[in-house]
């Protein structure tokens, strides 16, 4: 690791920190022509179906999937407090690795906070979570090692970047959100450049049983967010005659938008330490739909 740019980071932190309360202008409330989600980010989007669609049914399709994204964000973000919460009492109180995650602990409850704020901001009701979503979270943040939980949460935080880089460069989104996204994009970009410069230690030592395993994690955890944004109640709120065939073919149009607009960078660095052989390939490809 490099101690020197952690040191850098930290410091940065400290004496720029973004607060959300004033970074942010909650007090505008969206315009005629603001949008809430950019359109390829939306699931039925591509499809003869959104053609149907009236321009309020438009709108209120991304304002609820921008509100699953966001919800699925507080809640993930959640977790891995947890787990930084108890990773931390591990490490001695001058580590420089106690030391950055303290900071990262306070940016990322922040975070929570304005996601909160902002699901408030846009009327939203997130749908919550499945039961087998709730047990995967809570079984790999209790049971998984350090380095897998730190490899699933620069995967979740590099789909994350995707979202808002979308957002933030999209000329009619709600500027509450892309304020937000802003935000989110510059505290969100030193937590990765920290969990990539620790995970160069994992994986410089890790054989090809463990980048494997690596790999897969990295896999289950991008399903894992995916599977959390489309829907079939979404569509039941903007008033589907059928939600049921909507939900359908949202579900294989997304995956497909995806695959194709949100995976490149964690692509990228899943091979940059070798996390793609004869093994995880096969995955990658059958289930994320991933080029690789």
């Known amino acids: 690791m490099d101690v020197k ?21 909650w007090h505008l409330e969206p315009a005629a022509e603001d949008v809430f989600l950019p359109e390829i980010l939306t699931s039925l989007q591509g499809l003869e179906i959104y053609h149907t669609l009236t321009p309020v049914q438009k709108l209120e399709l991304g304002r609820h999937e921008l509100v699953q994204v966001i919800a699925s964000y507080a809640w993930g973000e959640c977790l891995f407090c947890l ?8 490490l001695p109180l001058d580590h420089i690795e106690h030391r950055f995650l303290l900071r990262e602990l306070i940016e ?12 408030a901001k846009l009327g939203g009701n997130p749908i919550k979570q499945s039961g087998m979503h709730k047990f995967f979270g809570e079984f790999s943040n209790k049971y998984l090692p350090a380095d897998y939980l730190f490899m699933g949460s620069v995967s979740v935080e590099l789909v994350t970047d995707v979202y808002g ?12 959100l892309k304020k937000m996204f802003d935000l989110h994009n510059i505290e969100e970009g030193r937590h990765i450049l920290f969990t990539k410069s620790l995970l160069k230690e994992y994986a410089a030592k890790a054989g090809y049983i463990k980048r494997t395993a690596y790999s897969f994690v990295i896999l289950f955890n991008i399903l894992f967010v995916r599977t959390m944004y489309v829907k079939k109640e979404i569509f039941e709120r903007i008033g589907l005659e059928n939600p049921d065939h909507a939900y359908k073919l949202a579900r294989a149009n997304f995956k497909k938008k995806f695959s194709e607009n949100c995976l490149k960078d964690i692509i990228a660095f899943v091979d940059s330490w070798k996390g793609f052989n004869r093994l995880t390939r096969w995955a990658w490809r059958s289930v ?5």
């Open 5 to 25: 740019e952690v040191e850098r980071l930290i410091k940065i932190s400290k004496e720029r920190p973004l607060m959300p309360e004033t970074y942010i202008p």
């Open 288 to 292: 994320l739909g991933a080029n690789v």
């Open 165 to 176: 880089n979308y957002a933030r460069r999209s000329p009619n989104i709600y500027p509450v």
């Open 108 to 119: 990322e409850f922040r975070h929570q906070e304005m996601f909160g704020q902002a699901i």
């Open 83 to 90: 787990f930084m919460t108890r990773h931390i009492l591990t």
